[in-house]
């Protein structure tokens, strides 16, 4: 297998890695406010969701910004409890009105970058040529966001058009159950950052 390959593979299996769902937690909040034929404004989402988090990636692999990791992970669920409140809270607007997500996406895949990279450092060493690893584990990524979100979307889709959910009922239980996932984590991690 070849280095690009390998790279890559371990992107999209690094995000759809279950023992760290919280960047799966992540997307599907982004998402839950959307269905199937809001797929274009969804790939802007997911596209300034993969340039937050390759600014920061690369830069922290660089070692250029360095932010301790008790840190990072605790503002990983923070994210996403924020995320996911603001769908609750604006559960009755139609998906045109979320510009606000966009920001998220961007500002907050910035934080997640930086989650990726002790992963991306550990697996690199002292590899001095990162770009091509680089570019194969972002697309990895991005391969393995794009998975989830269709996942996401078509479910949302599939309840909405065969059963009596409404669209605005699914928003709200995805959200409100993707909060509470997201609070005890941060809540745990408050604990870990506090030692």
């Known amino acids: 297998m070849g280095e690009f390959s390998l790279y890559f593979q371990e992107g999209w299996q690094h ?13 599907a909040a982004l998402c839950a406010i959307y269905l199937m034929n809001d797929w274009k404004k969804v790939l802007i ?8 988090h390759s600014i920061t990636l690369a830069l922290s692999v660089l070692n250029i910004i360095k932010v301790p990791t008790a840190l990072i992970e605790f503002l990983i669920p923070v994210t996403i409890v924020i995320t996911a409140l603001t769908n609750v809270f604006r559960a009755a607007q139609p998906a045109g009105n979320m510009q606000l997500n966009y920001f998220f996406a961007l500002f907050f895949g910035l934080i997640h970058g930086m989650g990726f990279s002790n992963y ?35 479910l949302a889709q599939l309840l909405v058009m065969f059963t009596s959910v409404k669209r605005r009922d699914w928003t709200l239980f995805i959200s409100a ?9 941060s809540i745990e991690r408050m604990k870990t950052l506090m030692d």
């Open 15 to 27: 995000i759809l890695d279950f023992n760290g769902y919280d960047h799966i937690l992540f997307v």
């Open 120 to 154: 991306l450092k550990s697996m690199l060493g002292s590899q001095t040529n990162i770009v091509q690893p680089l570019l194969a584990f972002n697309l990895g990524l991005e391969f393995g966001q794009i998975l989830i979100v269709i996942a996401i979307l078509l």
């Open 177 to 185: 159950a993707i909060f509470g996932i997201a609070l005890m984590m």
């Open 45 to 52: 989402l997911v596209t300034a969701f993969t340039v937050g």
